[in-house]
C-alpha cells in the first residue's frame, strides 16, 4: 500500500519549535518532489515548503521564511518540516505531499500539485 505518514504534531507554545516527519510506505521517495502543507478549518490548503528531487531547491511561503526548514533523507525516504519561533497563527492540520513528477518547488506549492496525500498532523501553538 503507498502511503505518507506524518508524525511530530501536538501542542507548543509561542516561540516554541516542533519536527514534523513524512515516511514512504510502499515506494520511495527518490524521483518524488515533496512538500509540506497546512490547512484550517474554512480555508483553503496551502503550501508552506516544497522541495525538488532533482537538485534539492526549496520553496518557502512568506510567512514561514527564516523561520521552517524543509529537509529529506532518500536513504530513508524521509521528508522532515523543522518549524522554529512558532507563532499562532501556524496552527493548523499539516499535511506532507508527494509528487512524482520533476515540478519546481514553487509550482508544486504554489499549485498545491500532489499525488500522494498523508494523513495530516496536528499543531497547535497557544500558551
Known amino acids: 500500500q503507498v502511503q505518507l505518514v506524518e508524525s511530530g504534531g501536538g501542542l507548543v507554545q509561542p516561540g516554541g519549535s516542533l519536527r514534523l516527519s513524512c515516511a514512504a510506505s510502499g515506494f520511495t521517495l527518490d524521483f518524488y518532489t515533496i512538500g509540506w502543507f497546512r490547512q484550517v478549518p474554512g480555508k483553503e490548503r496551502e503550501g508552506v515548503s516544497c522541495m525538488t528531487y532533482t537538485d534539492g531547491t526549496t520553496y518557502y511561503a512568506d510567512s514561514v521564511k527564516g523561520r521552517f526548514t524543509i529537509s529529506r533523507d532518500n536513504a530513508k525516504s524521509t521528508a522532515t518540516l523543522q518549524m522554529n519561533n512558532l507563532k499562532p497563527e501556524d496552527t493548523a492540520v499539516y499535511y506532507c505531499?508527494?509528487?512524482?513528477?520533476?515540478?519546481?518547488?514553487?509550482?508544486?506549492?504554489?499549485?498545491?500539485?500532489?499525488?500522494?496525500w498523508g494523513q495530516g498532523t496536528q499543531v497547535t501553538v497557544s500558551s
Open positions: 505531499g508527494a509528487i512524482q513528477f520533476s515540478l519546481r518547488a514553487q509550482a508544486m506549492c504554489e499549485d498545491i500539485l500532489t499525488d500522494i
